[in-house]
């Protein structure tokens, strides 16, 4: 692996645009961009405030800044350097700043989320949407761009608006079953939303498109619920990672539960392979799925470290998290599955991996440390099919 | 005689004296009435003294002063001895009466006391048997109890264990609602203090989007107004979505179903088939034949109506129930047939394997022995065997010829025997002949002399002793046994004429004592031949007893010449 010279960043804002072909960073106020070959500053952008966020647009022709202290988005165009546009909240603050999945709107959350006002670059429109709920996700775009779904809570009950990202155009408004909303999601085909309570009760509702109740599942009372949940790429699998350090799948035909994975202390499952990091341990959560054959470790310091098979069993180091704290960190917060939904890859306790993500072809993993990276490379051709 | 009459009036009152006093004494009465009699036989009047003498004895022997003796005259009996005996002899009955009372006083105590304790001994076993029924019993519940204790602390520690998870359970929604309490507060807080500041800031900044030019869609196309058109026409887009997604999926499970019935199918087909394989070997072949006719005519209906009929629900009831009975039967078709082949392939089996074993044993030590005879072929033995085994191929010649010398030596013992027999006849013989020719040498010489009148006295001596030597031997002369009167008579013989100077040789002659009874004296053995006779067998006595005999021979011959010479 070759590493080009350090580039100065702020902020952790450093994207690649959606058509991968220019890196953005911002460095203080200043936007640069780059492309990714060459790494050649392209373009150079000033704004008015230390950037504390940065989005690239659907279409990476767009870039919106937004400086949440002074309440300002600005946003750039990459063909026109002297095309400019600053979206000003004014006294109502500024919470958080998205694109449209179209790249031609902006969603502006409040302070204290007291409302989203959507911008259009379109036509310089505005719309408000009300009591939009502040949760671990509230809102989501569905893959194709087509709808939003909005978490709301009015009069101590929560909601789910379905929006046309077209118009913004309200289609569906219902009422969840959930005691607090913590997060919704869609489905990858866009037909059903998987909306899950807050940790003090484990319950996954899901919706379909057109608002009516699918299917309720709650695997068990009283304890911390759920952590996480992703879809899977096929919209055939529903994987619910829970507080008790285990991931149950759920179906899509009969929205039952066809597996349940569990995180134990110590590996003995003949069929796991652990791969331990000889100078430093970052362990990941093992998946009992895959079977990782070749590791390549490296680290950003250049410093060489070796991966080595560990004979079974194998104890995993786990620190008991302190149980007055509210959030604690056990449980299965992390969850992907590869692009051809054959693994599923789990992050269990309070290990520092901060991402997951596999590649697009679905036979490799990147893991991110807080200061390493790990790529683990799986041999499909050893696979049974 | 008045005394004897007296005695006899005495004796015969005796008894019905006896009995006046006597008579409720129930038990002795009987006896004495037998007494009575038996002492009318006891004494009569011809064995009057042998009576009195038996009475007296018995009387002394019972230990009273004797009535009367022996040595005094027959008639004479003292009557107060007599009288003072009688009392006290009636003393000594009264005793024994009254001890025999005591006793049967005795024994009745005692027999009622040994039922009383056999009672007490009955109830009190029959209370110990009660008392360990109870004590089973109790333990028995006891012990029933224990294990309810113990699953109810099993239970006790599960709750516990539970309470504790709920506790757990509870302190940790606590502080998550602790926590979420105080964020909400927070944000109410900054709230009041951004409201505060709202109230007090006067110039209010508004909302504003300043861009330089609005920029096209992204798709390229206008945007619409909002007006019910487009509501309508996103509510149909959004149905048809969900109408495109729910096709996919009726199309896939479709195809998933048909697979599935495809695959019911040829189970049925092939569950089918064995049932109906196993048709003539079955019981009940009637009713399987209406089952699997019924089977084939649900077959063909089905397969007839496929690609239509397969659809609808009465369809697939049938054969989802056919395919189940099928497989119903199936089931219990092999089940029956596994416990059949498990029976019979269980005796079989133990049949099999007992056979098996005791070959293998069988076999086993067969290889055994053989390698056992290999080792000895093959390896060299160790000196001991190989001498132990030297001769083994000469073993049974070996027996033989012992047990034939075993009947050998008894033949020689008896020969021996013989030998010796003659032999001594033999000796006689020639002493006789010596002895003869002594005597006719004396009768010659005497009848020289008798010419002159001098040899009477020695010719009388030589006859009595030659008269004494023949009378011993005229009964032997037959008989080859009993050699040791022979040896008597020659003793004596020798003991008057000869100096015992044989029995220094006694000992070294005779050392086995087998052939001659010890402290036995040598016997003049004449000549070397007659031993040599007995010379035949290799056995390593007989030469030294030759030698022996030799010795004897010559101290015989010795002693022959000191009688010759003696004798003249």
Known sequence: MNFSELFKQSNQLCKVSPDGKYLATCVQYRLVIRDVSTLQILQLYTCLDQITHMEWASDSLFILCAMYKRGLVQVWSLEQPDWHCKIDEGSIGLVSSRWSPDGRHILNTTEFHLRITVWSLCTKAVSYIKYPKACQKGTDFSRDGCYMALAERRDCKDYVSVFVCDDWHLLRHFETETQDLAGLEWSPNGCVLAVWDSCLEYKVLLYSLDGRLLSTYSAYEWSLGVKSVTWSPSSQFLAIGSYDEKVRILNHITWKKIAQFDHPATINNAKAVVYKEVERRTAVGSDDLSLHNITIGTTLFNTQSKYEICPLPVQIPVVKPDPDRANPKIGVSTLAFSSDSRYLATKNGGFQVQSLSWHGSGDSLILLGKEQLCLCFMDTDQEDK | MPESSLVRHLHSSSPECRTSPVRHFSRSLLPQHRNSSMLSTFCTEHNVQDCLSHISQEISSLGFPPVWAVSASPSELSVVAVLNCMYELIQLHRRNIQTLENMEMEQLKSSSEVDFLQLTSTRLKEQLELSRRENAGLLERERQLQLKVKSLQTCLKNEKEEVQKLQNIIA???????????????????????????????????????????????????????????????????????????????????????????????????????????????????????????????????????????????????????????????????????????????????????????????????????????????????????????????????????????????????????????????????????????????????????????????????????????????????????????????????????????????????????????????????????????SIFCNGNIPAQHKLWKNSEDHCSHSLKREKNSSI
């Not at chain 2, 195809?255 to 019935?261: G, H, P, S, Y």
């Not at chain 2, 089952?291 to 397969?303: T, Y």
């Open chain 2, 172 to 534: 940790s929604r606590a502080s998550q609602y602790n926590h979420e309490m105080k964020r909400k507060e927070r944000e109410f807080n900054k709230l009041k203090e951004r409201m505060n500041q709202l109230l007090v800031d006067k110039k209010e900044k508004k909302q504003a989007i300043d861009v330089l030019n609005s920029i096209g869609r992204a798709d390229g196309k206008r945007s619409l107004w909002k007006t019910g058109k487009t509501e309508a026409k996103h509510e149909g887009e959004m149905y048809k979505t969900l109408l495109s997604d729910y096709d996919t999926r009726q199309r896939e499970l479709v195809l998933e179903n048909a697979e599935l019935r495809k695959v019911l199918q040829q189970m049925k087909k092939d569950m089918v088939s064995i049932l109906s394989s196993r048709k003539p070997t079955l019981k009940g072949d009637k009713h399987k034949d209406d089952c699997i006719q019924a089977d084939s005519e649900e077959e063909v209906f089905n397969s007839s109506k496929e690609s239509v009929e397969l659809y609808c629900v009465h369809a697939r009831e049938k054969l989802t129930t056919s395919i189940r009975l099928q497989w119903r039967r199936l089931k219990s078709h092999v089940e029956r047939l596994d416990s059949q082949a498990s029976l019979a392939q269980r005796e079989t089996r133990k049949e099999e394997m007992d056979r098996l074993m005791l070959d293998l044993q069988q076999c086993k030590d067969f290889i055994q022995t053989q390698e056992q005879l290999l080792q000895q072929l093959s390896s060299p033995c160790d000196e001991e065997t190989a001498s132990l085994l030297s001769d083994c191929y000469m073993l049974q010649e070996k027996e033989r010829l012992r047990e034939e010398w075993g009947t050998l030596e008894e033949q020689r013992k008896i020969f021996e025997r013989e030998r010796k027999t003659f032999t001594d006849a033999a000796i006689r013989l020639s002493h006789e002949r010596k002895a003869f020719e002594e005597d006719r040498a004396t009768w010659l010489k005497h009848q020289f002399l008798n010419l002159s009148p001098f040899a009477d006295s020695k010719t009388s001596q030589m006859s009595k002793s030659k008269s004494s030597f023949l009378i011993s031997v005229e009964p032997e002369a037959s008989a080859a046994s009993a050699p040791e009167k022979l040896i008597r008579s020659d003793l004596d013989f020798h003991t008057h004429r000869s100096v015992p100077l044989t029995t220094q040789s006694a000992g070294e002659l005779y050392p086995t004592p087998c052939l001659i009874p010890e402290n036995s004296l040598t016997k003049p053995k004449r000549e070397a031949a007659h031993v040599d006779e007995s």
